[in-house]
């Protein structure tokens, strides 16, 4: 691919060695820049010259002693945490999507992590054992159960989204109910117990529009915390008839789009600019998915 996957980069150690530690968190605490994570996964931000957000990292003395300490990691001798907060008014709060196209990529790597963390931690608050309340521990990355002692750990939910071509001009694109007419992107699904990444492929692509692929490649992966999902980028080919047969509960539209097709429908994009009116390809996902990752890799390779 001609460039880095966003979201995707290891900037900083995670230092897993080091959660346990309870005297080197106390002491990392007040030396640490901290990632703050609001309501709706909002984060500090701040914009520079050109308008552009960026993560704003904030003094570990703007948050109370009993604050809930998540450590994200190292970066040489400075450590990082995250905390759950409110917003205020000191910066403006935005998303992952709205920072991420900008971020560097420890800004990235660190609010990924701070964010699917948050989301963790706010759907896993009992114990799947026994009902009890759990507790953080191991700096956020454990919730323990103070009834029966079982240790839970973070969730990752794997999904597999796939580029599909005819093997030559024409790649598959598709638009769910909840996108709007125009806005196309790559076949996507959650990988189901007891499967494969290939066979969760070839099963997502048959079950929302009917027709059967091969040559299944992965190609990269990019953690995408909405909640919790990992994608497992791959592509693969259509064989046999090419004819498209919609589920209508996952699929509003789909087709096959042309190369020209599929570049104006990128320029249109990252101009933010109006797409001839009748066109049927108007849009596709911005820089930020990995979805564009690989109609990029496919456009220009």
Avoid: K
Wanted: charged share 25%; aromatic share 8%.
């Amino acid at each position: 691919m001609s460039r880095p996957l966003p979201l995707s980069a290891a900037a900083f150690d995670r230092a897993a060695h080091r959660r346990r530690d309870d005297a080197w968190l106390a002491g990392a605490w007040p030396r640490c820049r901290v990632v703050a994570v609001g309501r709706l996964s909002r984060a500090p931000a701040a914009r520079d010259d050109a308008g552009r957000p960026h993560l704003v990292l904030r003094d570990p003395a703007a948050y109370p002693d009993d604050v809930a300490r998540r450590f994200l990691g190292v970066v040489g001798d400075v450590p990082y945490f995250a905390v759950a907060a409110e917003p205020d008014e000191h910066d403006e709060w935005l998303t992952l999507r709205d920072i991420g196209p900008a971020a560097d990529d420890l800004e990235a790597g660190l609010l990924t992590a701070a964010i699917a963390l948050e989301q963790w931690h706010l759907r896993h608050t009992h114990c799947p054992q026994c009902g009890t309340p759990t507790v953080e521990t191991s700096a956020g990355w454990i919730r323990t159960c103070p009834a029966d002692g079982s240790e839970h750990f973070p969730r990752t939910d794997p999904a597999v989204i796939m580029l599909v071509t005819d093997g030559g001009d024409r790649a598959l694109l598709g638009r769910g109910p909840q996108w709007n007419e125009g806005r196309f992107s790559t076949l996507a699904g959650f990988v189901e117990p007891g499967e494969t990444l290939e066979a969760a492929v070839a099963r997502e692509v048959r079950e929302e529009v009917g027709i059967a692929v091969a040559d299944i490649r992965y190609v990269a992966s990019q953690p995408w915390p909405f909640p919790a999902s990992l994608m497992l980028g791959f592509t693969a080919r259509v064989t046999g008839d090419v004819a498209l047969h919609l589920d209508p509960v996952e699929m509003a539209e789909a087709g096959w789009f042309g190369r020209d097709e599929i570049r104006q429908a990128r320029d249109w994009t990252d101009a933010d600019t109006p797409a001839i009116p009748g066109t049927r390809l108007r849009a596709i996902p911005p820089h930020l998915s990995i979805s564009r990752y690989l109609i990029d890799g496919w456009l220009d390779g």
